[in-house]
């Protein structure tokens, strides 16, 4: 399934990959890691991608996208924390 999705991750850069499993959502990738540092709900105009199963089920798209700002975002917290935790 990994693979898939970074096939639509490459066709949808600048999207957030949403998975529907059963009734739950799921995220993978650079997507988990910016739903988790910042929260689904508070990602305000992002352009989401929302599948099952592969299917696309919802296109949310936004003339004012921020996925780049927050994709950015989240990779200088990485490296501050890898950096964080070498000088520990």
Do not use: H
């Amino acid at each position: 399934m990994k693979e898939r999705i970074d096939i639509i991750k490459n066709l949808f850069p600048d999207y957030l990959i949403v998975i529907k499993v059963k009734d739950k959502i799921k995220f993978m990738g650079i997507d988990k890691k910016i739903v988790d540092n910042f929260g689904y709900l508070n990602l305000k105009n992002v352009n989401k991608l929302i599948l099952d199963n592969l299917a696309i089920l919802k296109k949310e798209e936004y003339d004012n996208n921020l996925y780049k700002e927050y994709y950015l975002k989240t990779r200088l917290i990485d490296i501050v924390k890898e950096i964080k935790e070498e000088l520990v």
